[in-house]
């Protein structure tokens, strides 16, 4: 029996990769729940600052929650994604380093924290307009498509005289159906 070790069907590390690929894919949605409350779990067990320090996590977190919402909207809203229910290594890669920013936060290290908050603001905006783009450039190729499929379509093309005995002025020398109509006054 003969075994094949392409890229298609090889020994795992082609799985693997559509593996992380596919996790992020169903991780999107939760993370918009899990990060937030993650927040609020680190802020009463790691934070040693204030009551106005959870306050301020307390209002953080529905604009993280909206934030992945909308993340993860932009990312589903790609065709190529719904198919696949994998996202792109653009995606893997930016909203890995976001979340683990938003996990790291929630330990509150003491020095580092206001560090890990910019750079999660930084990572946000970055996987916010890279997700864009790759909805634009996506939707923009299959627009181009469809316009280039209606331009075929829509090309005149010479229409040849049926072969055989075809009246000279019938357009269409197939069948045909013959209406007669008769009034009952005549």
Known sequence: MRQTCSR???????????FIRKAFYWWLFPSAVVLPVWLLIGGAAFDQGSGWSFLG????CP???VAGLVLGGIVMARRSVRQSRAVSW????????????????????????????VAGVLLFVATFWVSLW????????????????????AQQRPVGRPAGGARSGAIDGGEYIVVQEHRDGD
């Open 8 to 18: 298609g069907t090889g020994a795992g590390g082609y799985a693997d990769a559509v």
């Open 134 to 153: 790759q909805l634009w450039r996506e939707t923009r190729r299959r627009v181009q498509d469809t316009f280039a499929a209606y331009e075929r379509a």
């Open 63 to 65: 604009f993280l929650f």
């Open 90 to 117: 653009y995606d893997v890669g930016l909203f890995g380093a976001w979340h683990l920013a938003i996990i790291a936060f929630g330990f509150f290290p003491h020095g580092v924290t206001p560090w890990l908050a």
């Open 57 to 60: 996590l307390l209002l953080l």
